[in-house]
T-cell receptor, first 110, second 115 residues
Framework: LAKTTQPISMDSYEGQEVNITCSHN???????ITWYQQFPSQGPRFIIQ???TKVTNEVASLFIPADRKSSTLSLPRVSLSDTAVYYC???????????FGRGTSLIVHP | SQTIHQWPATLVQPVGSPLSLECTVE??????LYWYRQAAGRGLQLLFY??????ISSEVPQNLSASRPQDRQFILSSKKLLLSDSGFYLC??????????????FGEGSRLTVL
């Protein structure tokens, strides 16, 4: 599995777009990139998953460049409720051993 | 629909006492199951995972153990708790045997305080 590196923390304001970048220089050909969101005293919750280019769902977009050595989670128009820790994971089909890093603590200010 | 349950939700235990946390998944079969621990202000540490009944893989050597007596049951145990065992324990599952992608589904968590 790819080892991932993310910023420890980020600050933003309501209504702004937030981009969180994850570095995964050693990503393998079969690895997908998955992002999770975690609120205090809860388990992480799946946000989005992708392999390359751009993936968009109702809550976020995921950008993965051609070299796949990084990925960027984009949260449009954040609100206070988006204050949480965000994790990126490398994942591979078959034997799946999801390993979380420290994540990025996002604080959204009024 | 698939659901995952953990219990107890909260417990306070003295040092040296035993521990048993249970996790049950419903609505699926042959899931991959995982135990994580999250210390205060830290990320999630993978403790154990299981791909089938009786199959346990340990990621971190410590005084904890895990068992999978049934397909959808995963138990985390300790014979003697340490202060450092305090934390938020999370059970998770993913559909087993998948050659593609999957998302982890987490239980509600069990908060353990060792005094």
């Amino acid at each position: 599995l790819a080892k991932t590196t993310q910023p420890i923390s980020m600050d933003s304001y309501e209504g702004q777009e937030v981009n969180i970048t994850c570095s995964h220089n050693n990503i393998a050909t079969n690895d997908y990139i998955t992002w999770y969101q975690q609120f205090p005293s809860q388990g992480p919750r799946f946000i989005i998953q992708g392999y390359k280019t751009k993936v968009t769902n109702e809550v976020a977009s995921l950008f993965i460049p051609a070299d796949r050595k990084s990925s960027t989670l984009s949260l449009p128009r954040v609100s206070l409720s988006d204050t949480a820790v965000y994790y990126c994971l490398g994942s591979r089909g078959g034997s799946y051993i999801p390993t979380f890093g420290r994540g990025t603590s996002l604080i959204v200010h009024p | 629909s698939q659901t995952i349950h953990q219990w107890p939700a909260t417990l306070v235990q003295p040092v040296g006492s035993p521990l048993s946390l249970e996790c049950t998944v419903e609505g699926t079969s042959n899931p991959n199951l995982y135990w994580y621990r999250q210390a205060a202000g830290r990320g999630l540490q993978l403790l154990f995972y299981s791909v089938g009944i009786g199959q346990i893989s340990s990621e971190v050597p410590q005084n904890l153990s895990a068992s999978r007596p049934q397909d959808r049951q995963f138990i985390l145990s300790s014979k003697k708790l340490l202060l450092s065992d305090s934390g938020f324990y999370l059970c998770a599952w993913i559909r087993g045997g998948s050659l593609g992608l999957g998302e982890l589904f987490f239980g509600e968590g069990s908060r353990l305080t060792v005094l």
